[in-house]
């Protein structure tokens, strides 16, 4: 009888990236834990990525992992970002399931029973989707939405409004993540890229606890970029339309002034539309050259290789026995 509730259990790793989360970890493992204890016939495991926060959160993470066999924690060398974190996560999953969250309680823990019951019914994945921005300025909430009309309309990937990283997926859709092993990652892009059968439930955006967020303004404006120039080359071509739209215009102008010129005879020069000319034509090209250059670094860091990330310390036996550790050697 045992033997056969063992086989039938089935298993769920939770990935979960922490930057200077020392107020959060022990409050979200206890609600975490709590929820999950309500579950049967699956067995659960946390996979704890510090990702080079400079407060307590290692020694909390050793503290638990200590107290509880089911905690495993990955220390970076430096913070390498929630995507790296959420790729080393993922590298070292076994499980039947995967499940990616934050540790700050924005992504409630209650909402893992759904979710559960949603890919037993044979879904790939199934994430969660904010509803309301409550909490955040006007502002971000604002470029937020542009991002994601823009993105949309630019890239082949259908990015959905208010999406998340709080999913769950199955070990063959990770696989699949895992294979795009790009330097600068997008996960929200990567996400819909390698496409798979997802559904999404709907909640209401809860406010951080303690702490704040890691996010800063600019950090997301960049992070938009990113998101866009790994998945469309749009912009080059709109360069491009655009190279040829101004061409047309001073071709029109230069047979205009030619015809006036021998009609009228020479016309006193304007100096206004000269220098408005010139103006307008640099602010083109510089602008040209800013997508250009913004291509041009992403190659030059993909080329160079590193690795996505650095490990410091970790609970994991670093041998070479986790699947996806394989999978990387044999492609080297
Ligand atoms: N995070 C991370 N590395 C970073 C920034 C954030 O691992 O460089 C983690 C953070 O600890 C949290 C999650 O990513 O678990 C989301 O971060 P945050 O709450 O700051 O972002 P927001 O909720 O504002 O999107
Ligand atoms: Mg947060």
């Known amino acids: 009888m045992i ?51 400079r407060d307590r959160t290692l020694k909390i993470l050793m503290s638990l992992a200590e107290k509880w066999p089911q905690v495993s924690y990955i220390s970076f060398s430096r913070n390498f970002g929630k995507e790296a ?12 399931y995967i499940i990616v969250m934050d540790a700050d309680l924005q992504h409630p823990p209650a909402m893992i029973p759904d979710m559960i019951a949603e890919i037993e019914k044979g879904h790939d994945c199934c994430a969660a989707r904010r509803t309301d921005r409550k909490g955040e300025s006007k502002i971000k909430s604002s470029f937020s939405r542009m991002f994601y009309r823009l993105s949309n309309r630019l890239t082949d990937v259908n990015l959905v409004q208010g999406a998340v990283d709080f999913r769950i997926m199955t070990s ?19 996400f819909a890229w390698v496409g798979f059968d997802t559904v ?27 998101g866009i120039t790994a998945f469309s080359i749009a912009p080059l071509r709109m360069v ?13 102008y230069i047979i205009v002034t030619l015809i006036q010129t ?23 090209i510089e602008f040209s050259l800013g997508i250009l250059g913004e291509y041009i670094g992403h190659i030059y860091i993909e080329a160079k290789n590193r690795p996505i990330f650095i490990i410091k310390e970790t609970n994991i036996p670093l041998t070479k026995s986790s699947r996806r550790m394989k999978q990387e050697d044999n492609r080297e």
């Open 262 to 284: 021998l009609i009228c005879g020479i016309a006193v020069p304007g100096y206004v539309t000269t220098l408005s000319a010139v103006l307008f034509l640099g602010g083109i």
């Open 172 to 190: 063959q859709m990770v696989d699949s993540i895992m294979e795009l092993s790009e330097n600068q990652r997008f996960s929200k892009g990567i």
């Open 85 to 96: 974190a959420m790729y080393a996560g993922f590298k070292y999953t076994t499980g039947d």
């Open 3 to 53: 033997a056969k509730e063992l086989i039938s259990t089935k298993t769920i790793d939770i990935v979960v990236p922490c930057y200077n989360e020392e107020d959060m970890l022990e409050m979200f493992f206890t609600e975490s834990k709590k929820i999950l204890d309500t579950i049967s016939n699956y067995s659960f495991k946390f996979i704890f990525v510090d990702d080079g926060s």
């Open 200 to 226: 999404w439930i709907p909640y209401h955006n809860i406010e951080r606890p303690v702490g704040q967020s890691k996010w800063s303004f600019w950090g997301l404006f960049k992070y938009a970029i990113d």
């Open 240 to 252: 491009t339309a655009f190279g040829f739209f101004i061409s047309t215009c001073a071709f029109v």
